[in-house]
């Protein structure tokens, strides 16, 4: 019913930055929040960042001041722009998207970060 195309990621070294994107289309759904969550190796899935169709935004601690998400609404398209990353970053990063008309969370494919020291 929502089909998520997730694209971005990569190896980088500390410092560095990279950037997440993940369009999401739906005949049937009109999408509501958009999030972005991790797992890293032997880890529990964590929350990463949020946005509302109205743009309030929400950030895990770990990720606050450095780690942007926007979204564009006219093509459902949600952003990860991801800044002054470190090792512990890395992990396999999954958009989250919910919608209007239940309460069924849809899961992009992942796309894997590695980080470097």
């Known amino acids: 019913q929502v089909q998520l195309v997730e694209s971005g990621g990569g190896l980088v070294q500390a410092g560095g930055s990279l950037r997440l994107s993940c369009g999401a289309s739906?005949?049937?759904?009109?999408?509501?929040?958009m999030a972005w969550y991790r797992q890293a190796p032997e880890k529990q899935r964590e929350f990463v960042a949020t946005i509302s169709p109205s743009r309030r935004t929400n950030y895990a601690d770990s990720v606050k001041g450095r780690f942007t998400i926007s979204r564009v609404n006219a093509n459902n398209t949600v952003y990860l722009q991801m800044n002054s990353l470190k090792p512990e970053d890395t992990a396999v990063y999954f958009c989250?998207?919910?919608?209007?008309?239940?309460?069924?969370?849809?899961w992009g494919q992942g796309a894997q970060v590695t980080v470097s020291s």
């Open positions: 989250n998207v919910g919608v209007r008309e239940d309460d069924y969370q849809y």
């Open positions: 739906s005949k049937i759904f009109t999408i509501n929040h």
